[in-house]
């Protein structure tokens, strides 16, 4: 069974860090386009940071400096470490794998950050 299960968010303070994990079964990430989204009630889901197919890294430029992802081959685990964190990256997160319209995506983890 292909699944996604996000953990790791949580109410942090700005200036603060946290770490969201992703657990992957049934699929692999170390193949494909692997990322993490976010999106705030009432707004588009947003790119944040990616793994392209070729394994090199995008990220949102509101994250660059602040965000990296990451990722375990053998644990079969996709990471965000998330520093210097901002009201405005309060969110639900999410992890996907895949394109549109062969895609996966976790159930999502909360994140808030207070000022």
């Known amino acids: 069974q292909v699944q996604l299960v996000e953990s790791g968010g949580g109410l942090v303070q700005a200036g603060g860090s946290l770490r969201l994990s992703c657990a992957a079964s049934?699929?692999?990430?170390?193949?494909?386009?692997m990322g993490w989204y976010r999106q705030v009630l009432g707004k588009q889901r947003e790119l944040v940071a990616t793994?392209?197919?070729?394994?090199?890294?995008n990220y949102a430029d509101s994250v660059k400096g602040r965000f990296t992802i990451s990722r375990d081959n053998v644990k079969n685990m996709l990471y965000l470490q998330m520093n210097s964190l901002k009201p405005e990256d309060t969110a639900v997160y999410y992890c996907?794998?895949?394109?549109?319209?062969?895609?996966?995506w976790g159930q999502g983890t909360q994140v808030t950050v207070s000022s």
């Open positions: 996907k794998k895949g394109t549109w319209p062969n895609e996966y």
């Open positions: 049934g699929m692999r990430v170390s193949i494909g386009v």
């Open positions: 793994f392209t197919r070729g394994g090199s890294t």
